[in-house]
C-alpha cells in the first residue's frame, strides 16, 4: 500500500492505453511516453502494460507501507527517498515506512514511476489508464489527491528475489533514450502525411526547415507549435476520419498541431506530416519556449528504426531476466 | 479505392469523396469484411465518412513474415486482397435508434437562429428535424459522439465562430450538414436545438456505447414532463 502524501501537479495512473474503441470514439490515451513506461515497467521486472504513475512537472510525494521495488524513466527530476537520491532508470528498493519525494523538473516534463506489481486499480474497458474528460479509468478518472491509498499488484518472482539483493540501487541501468537510433537534440524525425500534397509549395519547405516553437497550449492531447504559416495551396475542405497519434495537423491559423497519446479518435484538419513513432516519446518532454525541429524520414526508414529499437528492448528484457538466475 | 500511410503505425483507405449513403455503405462493407478477418498486425479498425483507418504495429507485422523495407506495402496488400472479395456495400440495420428529445428553450438556444436562417418556424424545424431518418457516419469526437449523416439541407448551419466553454450532456447540435449528440458535457461549437435524456455512453457496458457506425437513428420530439420522466428513469 502506497499512501499519497501530496499528489504533485498532475499525476495519473497510467498504463500502455485503451486500444480497441477507437471506432466508438474512446481515446487510447495511456502513459504519454509508452516505451518509457514499458523500460520503467521492465526494471521492476512488472508486465509491460503494468499501471505505474505518469508524473507531470511537480511529482508527488508517496509513502510506502510496504517494502517493494520502483523505477523510473523520463525528464529530469531530482526525487528522493528519504535524504538519499532516487537514481533514474534504475531498480531501487524502497523499504516499508519510506517516503519518495519527487520534486520538480529542472529540464523535460515528464517522468514515469513503476513499482513491482503494477498499481491495482479496476480494468475500465481493457485498461487501467486515468481517462479524465470520460471520469473513468485509473482513480475514477482523476488525477491523484492527498490521502489517496495506492494498491499493489502480486510482484513478480523475479521483483521477489531482486528485492532481496543486499544491493538498494541496481548496478545496472536502462535508459530507454539510448535504445534505439536518437533524432538530433530538439528534433523530431517526420514523414508526409496524406494531405502533404494539399500545402503549397513554400508550406512544404517551411515545415521541415522551420524552427517551430512550443507555445503554451500543449497537454496530453497535442502540442501546437509556433513559427511560418503553413498554408494550403488551395482552399479546400476535408471530411473528418482517424487521426493517430503523432500526427501533424494544421488548423485554420495555419500553425502545426503534433498530436499525442490522448487525442481525438478522428480529426477534419489536413494533415502534413506524421512523427516517426519512435519519436513519440520525445513531444512528452517538451516545453513551452523551447524550439523544436522536423527532420524528414522515409516510412521504411521509420520502420527500421522501429524495429532496431524493439530488439534492442527485447535484448534489454532477456539480459534482465538472466541477471534472475 | 486508394490506400496510404498515416505515418508509420497506420494505413487509411478511401473509399469516395462525400457524405453520401453509397460512399458510407462501401466504407461499412469494406469495415465488416476486415472485421471478419485476421490480419497480422492489425490492431484496430476507425471507420469515418469516406475512408478506414487501419491501425497496426509494425512489429508484429514483421513478425508475420513482411519484408522490413516494406511492412506498409505487404500489409496494405493484404488488406486489399481482402477488400476485393468482400460484397461492395451493406445492407443497413435493420431497427432505427428512436432518441427522444426535448426541442428548443434552455435545451436548445440555437433553435430559434436555426428557424430564422432556414426561414421557417421553430416548430416547423422541429417537425423537419424528428420527420428524417439519419445514418451514424462515424462516431468520434468524445465517446459515443455520433456524427449522423442525412440531415435535411435546410437545416444545416455553420459552426459557431466562438465555441461554448462547455455543452451540457445529451445536447443535440448542428454544424453544417450534420446533426449530432452529445454524450459527456465537454467544450463544443455545434448549434444546440434540444437535449435528450437518453444515454449515450456507458464504459460498464458491452457495447459502451449507445449508437455505432451503420446504425440508423431517428428523433422523437417529447415535452419538458416526459423529458424529466425519460430522465429519472435512465
Known sequence: ?325 | MQIMPLGDCALRVEFGQGIDQATHACVQAACAALDATVLAGVREIVPAYTTLTIHYDPAAVAVAGAPPDDLAGWLGSRIEQVLRRAPKSVRARGSVVTIPVCYGGEFGPDLEKIAICAKLSADEVVCRHTKHEYWVAMVGFAPGFAYLAGLPPELAAPRLAKPRAMVAVGSVGIAGVQTGIYPLATPGGWNLIGRTPSRLFFPEQTPPTLLQAGDRVKFRSVSREEFAKLEADA
Not at chain 1, 12 to 29: A, E, F, H, S
Not at chain 1, 39 to 54: K, P, Q
Not at chain 1, 98 to 119: D, K, N, V
Request: aromatic fraction near 6%; proline fraction near 6%; charge should be positive.
Open chain 1, 1 to 325: 500500500m502506497i499512501t499519497v502524501q501530496n499528489p504533485g501537479l498532475l499525476t495519473t495512473v497510467m498504463d500502455l492505453g485503451r486500444p480497441g474503441y477507437q471506432r466508438l470514439g474512446i481515446v487510447v490515451g495511456g502513459a504519454l511516453d509508452r516505451f518509457s513506461a514499458r523500460v520503467a515497467n521492465t526494471l521492476v521486472g512488472n508486465d509491460e502494460n503494468a499501471a505505474l504513475l505518469e508524473i507531470a512537472q511537480r511529482g508527488p510525494e508517496l509513502h510506502f507501507a510496504v517494502e517493494t521495488l520502483v523505477a523510473w524513466c523520463g525528464g529530469e527530476f531530482e526525487p528522493r527517498v528519504g535524504t538519499e537520491p532516487l537514481p533514474r532508470d534504475r531498480a531501487v528498493r524502497i523499504g516499508s515506512g519510506e517516503t519518495i519525494r519527487f520534486g520538480a523538473a529542472s529540464a523535460g516534463l515528464r517522468a514515469w514511476l513503476a513499482i513491482a506489481g503494477g498499481i491495482d486499480v479496476p480494468l475500465v474497458l481493457g485498461s487501467r489508464s486515468t481517462y479524465r474528460r470520460a471520469g473513468m479509468g485509473g482513480l475514477d478518472g482523476r488525477p491523484l489527491r492527498t490521502g489517496d491509498e495506492l494498491k499493489l499488484g502480486a510482484a513478480s518472482e523475479w521483483a521477489e528475489q531482486r528485492v532481496k539483493s543486499p544491493q538498494r540501487v541496481s548496478m545496472w541501468s536502462v535508459r530507454p533514450e539510448t535504445l534505439g537510433k536518437q533524432a538530433a537534440p530538439d528534433t523530431v524525425r517526420a514523414m508526409p502525411g496524406p494531405e502533404w500534397e494539399w500545402f503549397s509549395r513554400d508550406a512544404q519547405r517551411d515545415f521541415f526547415l522551420a524552427k517551430w516553437k512550443v507555445t503554451k497550449d500543449a497537454d496530453r492531447m497535442g502540442v501546437q507549435l509556433a513559427g511560418p504559416e503553413l498554408k494550403l495551396a488551395a482552399e479546400r475542405e476535408m471530411l473528418s476520419e482517424g487521426v493517430n497519434e503523432g500526427v501533424v495537423q494544421v488548423a485554420n491559423g495555419g500553425l502545426p498541431i503534433v498530436l499525442l497519446a490522448s487525442r481525438q479518435t478522428v480529426g477534419g484538419y489536413p494533415r502534413i506530416a506524421a512523427l516517426a513513432s519512435v519519436d513519440f516519446g520525445r513531444m512528452a518532454q517538451v516545453v513551452p519556449g523551447q524550439t523544436l525541429r522536423f527532420e524528414p524520414i522515409t516510412l521504411g526508414d521509420a520502420h527500421t528504426l522501429f524495429l532496431a529499437r524493439e530488439r534492442d528492448l527485447s535484448r534489454v528484457r532477456a539480459g534482465l531476466a538472466r541477471l534472475a538466475g
